[in-house]
């Protein structure tokens, strides 16, 4: 390095160099050159990390602003589509406004009629008033009118927008249910979606006739005494300053409000629907104390953004009291050097009064819009969810089905950094019985994931009747299999609808006979109104063995060709289990069935036993031929009959 600086200042200062300077001059005057260039680099680079930081500080004021706008215009397109009623909404608001600001001008005309002591126009004075009273009273008609029509237009936009995001969460993968809190998507149904309701109804109106009021008002001033107005000038863009400052603070604190929220509501949710795991695990203290810990974090969000929020209409309140101040000042001037009457300054100070009014209450709505911003924020960033990809345009629909399921080479993984199935091949012929078991974390419901394609596979193949999966459409695939989860799932409703729930032209007939061999019908019978009787929420009027019974009749149900059983048979006894298998047995002749179980015993007559470990096939075959072999299998067995560990 000192050899190559060197060389730099001799090339540099050649014709300042002489033979009489020393070697330590030399290195002095290198050593001075090479800080010169480390300080000009330091510089440099200072220079350029600035423009990086304005650069990413400019583009999120753009993003920020391009966000606003984007949703601004998401809401207007809501609007225009009762652009009907918006039109008539607009109209009665200009026609309320226009006669609201009529006022102030009668009143100046009655005060002008009261030149002096007991020289009073009386009659001009109660025809001022008279004018008033009609005027104010025929505005406030209209404005009532506005509000109704207003309450319409937003009843049409509430039950749209909540139509499309029930909508949007049909069509969304089963992958954004498994990463998203029930609680939080509850939470932007209901109350953000509530919020921008309220915003639009009320809110909106209020900044329409704020605008023409002030417009309005911003004439009739002018008309009056052009010079008063030049107050406005200095204190409005003032006012504008404190609105646009206070708002870009308040924003992102409402966004954080609505999250908070959302947070709050799905531990709400997951609480209430685990109730008997906390109680068995005494955790009602410790979850009350968890409770509290959020419900803080909410209200603090609360009050951090209602707390700047409210700072926008005292500080707008303030400048324009000064303005109807120097207006009270300069209007009394005038008057003295009779350039203005005392009816003029009464009606200029009605339409200051009434100019600035509207800004201050447009002041306090604007932090009811961050809110109802930061709500529809979350509401669209839904509706932008990506949808489950739709059927290629080549996709065909699953026919005259044999149900010939194969699996080649098949690897999958919820993350690209984690696989769970790694190059699982294997092969259901028509009509049979497939068991699968292994440990848990095996990946024993991820191939049940991935043959129904609630997620698609990373690499390999699947295929029905030679069919591959992504080249048919999900609808046919998805019909083509009946399943029962062990997470059983029962909807408010009968008994009858319940079973009936995929096949609602399935007479009662047909439901008892499933019921009979699912071994539920003796019990139905029993109840008041048999299968009429109406189930509660998710079926909390039965027990876990009933509900997982009634699962298992509404998928024998189905015309399906293949069927699912997902640990179907985990909430009932032994010799009901046993006595279900016998029935399915006969139910699913000609069916290719694949059945997930942790209890051994149940698929010990299944055609064909494959054996899943870290997402691999390791054995296969019966369970007399797997029972020989002595491996993994007979492990499993023995450790349930036999009371040895894994």
Known sequence: MKHKNMKQYEEKNAPKLN???????????????????????????????AREQKEK????????????????????????????????????????NLLSLAGPMYSGYAVDAMVGKGQVNMERV??????????????????????????????????????????????????????HAAGDIISRITYDVDTINTSLSNDVVSLAASFITVIGSLVMMLLISPPLVLIFV??????????????GLTRPLFRA??????????????????????KAYHQEVNTIGKFQAKNEEAVDAYYRADYMGSMVGPSVNLVNNISLALVTIFGAIRFIFGQMTLGNISSFVLYSRKFSGPINESANIMSELQSALAAAERVFRLLDETEEPADSTDAKVLTDIYGDVELSHVSFGYTKDHTIIH??????????????VGPTGAGKTTIINLLMRFYDIDSGKITIDGNDITKVTRDSLRRAFAMVLQDTWLFHGTIYENIAYGKPDATLEDVQRVCKAARIHNYIMRLPKQYDTVLTDDGRNISKGQKQLLTIARAMLLDAHMLILDEATSNVDTRTELQIQEAMLE??????????AHRLSTIQNADCILVVKEGEVIEQGTHDELMEKRGFYRSLYDSQFAGKQI
């Open 19 to 49: 033979h009489d300077i020393t070697l330590e001059e030399i290195e002095a005057a290198c050593r001075a050159h090479q800080k010169e260039n480390d300080n000009r680099n330091m510089a440099e680079e200072c220079r350029a990390i």
């Open 57 to 96: 500080m400019q583009a999120q004021f753009t993003k920020g602003k391009g966000e606003k706008r984007h949703i601004l215009l998401r809401l207007g397109r809501y609007l225009w589509q009762f652009k009907g009623w918006l039109f008539l909404a607009i109209l009665l608001s200009i026609s309320s």
């Open 126 to 179: 109660i025809y001022c008033c008279e004018i008033m009273i009609a005027l104010y009273l025929v505005s406030a008609a209209l404005a009532y009118i506005l509000n109704l029509v207003m309450l319409q237009i937003t009843k049409r936009i509430v039950s749209t927008m909540r139509s499309n995001i029930f909508d949007r969460l049909m069509r969304l993968p089963v992958s954004f249910f498994d990463t």
């Open 234 to 247: 200095v204190t409005v863009p003032l006012t504008i300053f404190f609105i646009k400052k206070l708002t």
């Open 257 to 278: 409000r609505s999250g908070k929220l959302g947070e709050l509501n799905g531990f709400i949710e997951e609480m209430l629907a685990g109730q008997k795991s906390l």
């Open 423 to 436: 190059d699982l091949s294997l092969h259901a012929e028509p009509g049979k019985l497939i068991a699968i």
């Open 587 to 596: 139910l699913m002749k000609d069916k290719t069935c694949f059945v997930i």
